[in-house]
């Protein structure tokens, strides 16, 4: 089975513009999470999704925003990017929306904003 | 608002030595503590604790979680250069939203 699989795996942006980041669950997993990881910190909570419905948001400001669609994948969209955005943004699956099974991480997505 | 704090921040060890990495938390409603290795990108899997006493083992690596303490320990026996990476400890509150919250990560160093 393949992994949590996310694109693009880097990206460079300047700041104002607008960046949508992809994930795909493991299939089976209807969980979807999002966190940002600063250079040097642990993951930051920013979203999760359960079979379509968000269902907890991190310390972030509305600039973020994501959705899940029927087949589980999720994007993030970051509007209005600042140099504050750089960072590794990592999508996280599970089986259920409590993760009693345990997460799985992607690779992540290195977003750059110059 | 939950907290965990990782020490030591940073180690450097020799092959073959065991090392210990420690996990301190706060949290509002607990339900899990997490162990993730960080090499490169992509957090991977080790361990799950929910109990407290409870070592749970794979090869080298085992954990325990004290819940009384609020504290939890990674140990690595006989360690090797592939171990060398960022371990970090999250834990992960009761409710519906499975929002984990991380330590900074400990970062381990074997050298040769």
């Known amino acids: 089975d393949a992994g949590v699989t996310q694109s693009p795996t880097h990206l460079i942006k300047t700041r104002g513009q607008h960046v949508t980041l992809r994930c795909s669950p493991i299939?089976?997993?209807?969980?979807v999470s999002w966190y940002q990881q600063v250079l040097g910190q642990g993951p930051q909570f920013i979203f999760q999704y359960y079979e379509k419905e968000e269902r907890g948001r991190g310390n972030f400001p509305d600039r973020f925003s994501a959705r899940q669609f029927p087949n589980y994948s999720s994007e993030l969209n970051v509007n209005a990017l600042l140099l504050g955005d750089s960072a590794l943004y990592l999508c996280a699956s599970s089986r259920t929306d409590r993760g009693m099974s345990g997460y799985t991480f992607g690779s992540g997505t290195r977003l750059t904003v110059v | 608002e939950d907290k965990v704090v990782q020490s030591p921040l940073s180690l450097v060890v020799h092959e073959g030595d065991t090392v210990t990495l420690n996990c301190s938390y706060e949290v509002t409603n607990f339900r899990s503590l997490l162990w993730y290795k960080q090499e490169k990108k992509a957090p991977t899997f080790l361990f799950m604790l929910?109990?407290?006493?409870i070592e749970k083992k794979s090869g080298r690596l085992s954990s325990i979680l004290d819940k009384k303490e609020l504290f939890s320990i990674l140990n690595i026996t006989a360690t090797q250069t592939g171990d060398s990476a960022v371990y970090l400890c999250a834990v992960a509150p009761a409710g519906t939203a499975s929002k984990l919250t991380f330590g900074t990560g400990t970062r381990l160093q074997v050298t040769l």
């Open positions: 929910t109990s407290s006493g």
């Open positions: 299939s089976g997993h209807k969980s």
